[in-house]
């Protein structure tokens, strides 16, 4: 997730060592991309005209659970999950036996 953006000063030489957000590095090591402190450094654009992307890594995840999420999980039956684009898909149950 990016967390801020970087424009340096056209007067930054970018053929050499930068510092850009306490980071430094050459243009190539921020294109590559440099892990600092559980956030990512990266160059966006072409040399002259670009910018550092910082991001940080975070976990998401759904946390909207429901009582009928734990009945069709724990049920022995097919499962059908709601996707974000309004579609449905159902997986068919496993059971000891194989599937259902």
Known sequence: MSVQQI???????RDAAMTLGGVTGTFEQFAQG?????????WIGNRRVGYLDIEKYTWTANTTFTLENYKQVLANGDYTAKLKDGTTETQLAITCIGPS
């Open 34 to 42: 440099i892990d600092k402190n559980g956030q990512r450094f990266i």
């Open 7 to 13: 424009t340096p000063d056209a007067s930054i030489n």
